[in-house]
């Protein structure tokens, strides 16, 4: 057994670890209540104009659509990874960079699979390995549309310009602070939805199909990154806090098992210290 000054060493370095996770829990959740309301809020107008943008692509003929739509033979692939720039969110982070690496050695076998990583874990882990064309881990600095549109417009030159053949997105969709789902989503080209799905919406376009394919679909697939990006940012958070909570609890009880075992010892010690004294007493009266 150790003895009573390890215990109480382990004891204050155990409940130093407990106030830090507590904290790290504490500002985890306050930062999760502002990136819930911003994806609740956002993903009704991004799923609709998905939708939209998606029925106008399959109601085109041929690739009269956008060149966004067009579909090439696959041989290169450019798979864009969104983590966190930071550890301590369980399991958050792993999944989605295992999902990535399926993509490579399983889903696209045999092709040139590069990555694209927004976060810096993905970048750290990935490079290893495999081909990381940019890592835009400062787009946490300042999350707003205007810097994912950067990055957005960076993946449609890529695609339109012959560089990739198929751009696909892994992220974790947040559906609440314990829970994640990891998404794979393609980016480009566009999927257009089934013809009967598609036929069943009745819209009135003016000026013109051509022209509002034209000018929305950039926006769109800006629209869908950030949103993807948004939601990884909310489960960032989810995660983290769920993973403080946990380490909390387990910090809890293990001081409670130390602090037992201390007091054992204690006792102990104590006990031994008065048969001591008792059999000295009674050596002297003999």
Known sequence: ??????????????????????????????????????????????????????????????????????????????????????????????????????????????????????????????????????????????????????????????????????????YNKFKNAATQIIMTEQFLPIVPISGEEASSADYVYEPSKFEIVEQLIPKSLKTQLYKGIRDSFASEHGARMTAMHKATDNATELRDQLKLTYNKARQAAITNEILEIVGGAEALSN
């Open 1 to 170: 057994m150790a003895n009573l000054k390890e215990i109480r060493n382990r004891i204050a370095s155990v409940s130093s670890t407990m106030q830090i996770t507590s904290a790290m829990k504490m500002v985890s959740a306050a930062k999760l209540k502002k990136a819930q309301d911003a994806i609740t809020a956002m993903r009704p107008y991004s799923d609709k104009l998905t939708e939209l943008l998606q029925s106008l692509s399959a109601s085109l003929e041929g690739d009269a659509g956008s060149v966004y739509a067009q579909n090439r033979e696959v041989n290169k692939v450019l798979v864009v990874s969104i983590t966190s720039n930071r550890g301590l969110c369980g399991a958050f982070n792993t999944n989605v960079i295992k999902q990535s690496m399926v993509l490579a050695n399983q889903t696209y076998a045999g092709k040139q699979v590069d990555f694209m990583a927004i976060g810096k874990k993905a970048n750290d882990i990935l490079r290893k390995k495999y081909t990381v064309i940019e890592n835009h881990s400062k787009v946490y600095d300042e999350l707003n549309f205007d810097n994912v549109a950067l990055i957005a417009e960076e993946l449609m030159a890529l695609f339109t310009n012959g560089t990739y053949d198929k751009i696909e997105i892994v």
